[in-house]
């Protein structure tokens, strides 16, 4: 945690310091040390950014820290990723969440690797032209990776740019003019700043953007943020106001609609029957237990109608409960039925038998691992 002090400037230079050098002040005393960033002096590696963006989407540091490490321990840069087989790659993936990340991820490194030689390219452009990049994605890996002059608006930019200029118009209208306003911390190093990459005198993009989602995640907090420990706090207008936990400004949130369905958890002595999802739509490639469609207002009636034909089931036994699963755009009931059969027992066309003790090495969602744990528990 950073001291009260070590970031206050005198008086004087700090009337007359910008907003973007007193970030950068900050910054370079209290950057956070993380798995996919360069230290300070050291070129970013363009593999490690892209990697470690495009696993932080919608997904917090400490989840992700493991996974990026793992990955980076299989695939130690793009072009064996790219040379990876996306089997493999769903498989690693498991557990993390929001899988069509996990096939943009190795179409993106397949595309760097066939059309780039296996070196990504350094401008916006050229990365919004790559599998499973956005307009933000591409800022974020410009500015960190190439120093390219951009400012890349994550949630915590967004939180920090609309207290500091209290910016009133509810997200996600107001998404145009925060991305305006941060692009006004954005750093211009002189020539020979000997803090600037190479001593170059290229602008400290990428720091100017870490600097401002390290300050998002440490000191300005959606709850209770240190206004006092803020190298800003003197300049913000939320602070000034007294209400920057207001900020920014939502509009109410909508619950996503009820879908609801079942599961079926069949055993064959230590083997569970499991197939794979189609290659496109939610959860692509991804292994499950056997299951009805997932409908709005879907009776269980209806849903056990769905179940798999196999010999040797006379009837389905019906778990206590449901497993419930919040998707991004909806939330998901499972009723789950469970099932044992004879050492013999054949799997239905596109089913196969894998042993439970091998669970942790099937490409899983969340949702299947809490729909197998229910159906497997006493």
Known sequence: MPSNVSHKLPPGN????????????????????????ALAGERPDPYRVWLSEIMLQQTGVKTVGPYFLKFLARWPDV??????????????????????????LHACAV???????????????GLRALPGIGP????????????????????????????????????????????????????????GDEKSRAGDGKSRAGDSAQALMDLGATICTPKKPACALCPLDGDCAARARGDP???????????????????????RGDELLVRSRPEKGLLGGMTEVPGSDWLAGQEDKAA???????????????????????????????????AKVPARTRAPRGMRWVPIATLADEALPNVMRKAIAHGLGE
Request: no cysteine; hydrophobic share 45%; aromatic share 8%.
């Open 245 to 267: 936990e207001t900020f920014p400004r939502k509009a109410p949130k909508k619950s996503g609609p009820l879908r609801r369905g079942a599961a079926f958890v069949v055993r």
């Open 14 to 37: 700090r009337r007359s310091a910008t907003r973007p050098a007193l970030l950068l002040d900050w910054y370079d005393r209290h950057r956070r040390r993380l798995p996919w960033r």
């Open 136 to 191: 933000y994605t591409a800022s974020a890996i410009a500015a960190i990776a190439f120093d390219r002059r951009t400012m890349p608006v994550d949630g915590n930019i967004e939180r920090v740019v609309s207290r500091l200029f209290a910016v009133e118009e509810e997200l996600p209208q107001a998404k145009p003019r925060i991305q305006e306003l941060a692009a006004t911390l954005l750093a211009e190093a002189r020539a």
């Open 304 to 338: 056990l109608k769905q179940a798999p034909h196999i010999s040797g089931v006379a009837r389905w036994h019906r778990k206590a409960g449901v497993v419930t699963h919040v998707f991004t755009h909806f939330t998901l009931e499972l009723v789950i039925y469970t």
């Open 79 to 104: 072009a064996a990723l790219g040379r990876a087989s996306l089997d493999d790659v769903l498989r690693m993936w498991a557990g993390l969440g929001y899988y069509s990340r996990a096939r943009n």
């Open 111 to 125: 595309a760097v690797l066939r059309d780039h030689g296996g070196i990504f390219p350094d401008t916006e452009e």
